[in-house]
């Protein structure tokens, strides 16, 4: 590329040099860049989402009859103190055919709008269950974190509903048992049950506990009895495994059904893309950004 100690200049359009944050090694050359900064402004009534934002674009100054490339940057860059006003001394100029004026570069401008109005997009997350969208900034996993929350309200219902079944039957069964004299041990182990099963419905880590406690945990400890220890009737006994051997099926039925509803609840959702109007484009300048490239 060849080396020119003059440079492009054009009337009214503003001037700017790039410093790359890399050390310069060798002989560099300043390479004449677009550079149109603009705030762009991302809108959906359904997401009830308006969020502006401040971009640079960069695409290389076409040479002769050229098209300008708004598909490829020039340079990257979020932080504008990379800009200076003033150029390096011992950086020359590329020499190059640039036949550009104030209008090629508002014609820039136009081009850009219509690509970004074509190609841009604010991707977020829905779920339609729940109406819910997630901020611009919210991770997937963050995302979904409030839609178990939301999952876990639906079926929480249902599960107060089967606690209370399950109270209802293991104190039918107590009931049963101190009317036939039975000893204490079972009784207490009973009681055991019904508070393992209070714990589990009201316990902090609610994800945690809802589908694996009670079904091992908690129906599963009433031990049988040592054979060593007097018994009462044969029957009663087998009445009572019998009937704790049901309530824990239909609780364990029960939950397995609960906790499918909740994955496919808590799991369900959608991208979502916000496009942008030529209207929510605005330029905030334009000039000539001045590329230092070996």
């Not at 020499?95 to 970004?116: C, P, T």
């Not at 991770?139 to 876990?152: C, M, P, Q």
């Not at 109270?167 to 036939?180: G, H, P, S």
């Amino acid at each position: 590329m060849k080396e020119n100690n003059d440079r492009l200049r054009v009337e009214g359009v503003s001037e700017h040099w790039y410093r790359p944050e890399e050390p310069r090694k060798g002989d560099w050359v300043y390479r004449p860049a677009v550079l149109v900064e603009c705030t762009i402004n991302y809108r959906s009534l359904r997401a009830g989402l308006n969020q502006s934002e401040e971009h640079n674009y960069t695409a290389w100054l076409p040479e002769g009859d050229a098209a300008i490339d708004w598909d490829h940057p020039a340079v990257i860059f979020d932080d504008t103190s990379r800009l200076s006003n003033q150029p390096e001394r011992l950086i020359p100029y590329a020499s190059a055919d640039h036949s550009v004026s104030a209008d090629s570069f508002a014609q820039y401008e136009a081009e850009l709008a219509q690509k970004l109005a074509r190609a841009e997009r604010l991707k977020i997350y829905f779920s339609p269950v729940f109406g819910l969208f997630s901020s611009p900034d919210e991770s997937l996993e963050d995302f979904l974190g409030r839609v178990a929350e939301a999952a876990l309200g639906r079926v929480e219902p249902e599960l107060e509903r089967l606690r209370n079944r399950v109270e209802l039957q293991i104190e039918q069964i107590r009931e049963a048992q101190t009317r036939k004299g039975l000893r204490a041990r079972d009784e207490i182990s009973l009681d055991k049950i019904i508070s393992l099963n209070l714990q589990f419905f009201e316990s902090e880590n609610r994800l945690a506990s809802m589908f694996s406690t009670l079904a091992g945990a908690v129906f599963g400890t009433a031990a049988p009895a040592s054979e060593t220890e007097p018994v009462g009737d044969v029957n009663d006994e087998k009445e009572l495994r019998q009937d704790l051997q049901r309530v824990e099926q239909e609780a364990r039925e029960a939950l397995a059904a609960l906790y499918e509803e909740y994955l496919a609840l808590a799991n369900e959702y959608d991208p979502f893309e916000i496009g942008l109007q030529p209207n929510n484009i605005q330029i905030i300048r334009s000039g000539i950004l001045w590329v230092p490239v070996s």
